[in-house]
Nanobody
Framework: QLQLVESGGGLARAGGSLRLSCVAS????????VGWFRQAPGKEREFVAL????????SVADSVKGRFTISKNNGWNTVYLQMNSLKPEDTAVYYC?????????????????WGRGTEVTVSS
């Protein structure tokens, strides 16, 4: 069974940067599409970014385009979310998730495995 653990969250100022990591154990992440999602207080979980198992296909939400980048290191079984030019509206709990087709999807319901999340707070 695949297990995911997120890290790298914390407090940042507007305009600052954070890099989130999602480390997988149990199965090789190269076989899985991985997505990052976030959920702000009182709001629904929303798609942030995805990457295919091979790493060749990526996509980010319009709200973070040009600021966030997703990447992966299959050798380390890790997916990263580099977040630059942070805004207060980026404040949320960020989750990584994995799905077995290896394609990656923007829909949370397509994902089988989820981490517990890492909290990001951006102050103005």
């Amino acid at each position: 069974q695949l297990q995911l653990v997120e890290s790298g969250g914390g407090l940042a100022r507007a305009g600052g940067s954070l890099r989130l990591s999602c480390v997988a154990s149990g199965l090789p992440l190269s076989n899985y599409g991985v997505g990052w999602f976030r959920q702000a207080p009182g709001k629904e979980r929303e798609f942030v970014a995805l990457i295919s198992g091979t790493g060749q296909r990526t996509s980010v939400a319009d709200s973070v385009k040009g600021r966030f980048t997703i990447s992966k290191n299959n050798g380390w079984n890790t997916v990263y979310l580099q977040m630059n030019s942070l805004k207060p509206e980026d404040t949320a709990v960020y989750y990584c998730a994995a799905e077995p087709t290896g394609w990656g999807h923007a829909t949370a319901g397509r994902y089988m495995y989820w981490g517990r999340g890492t909290e990001v707070t951006v102050s103005s």
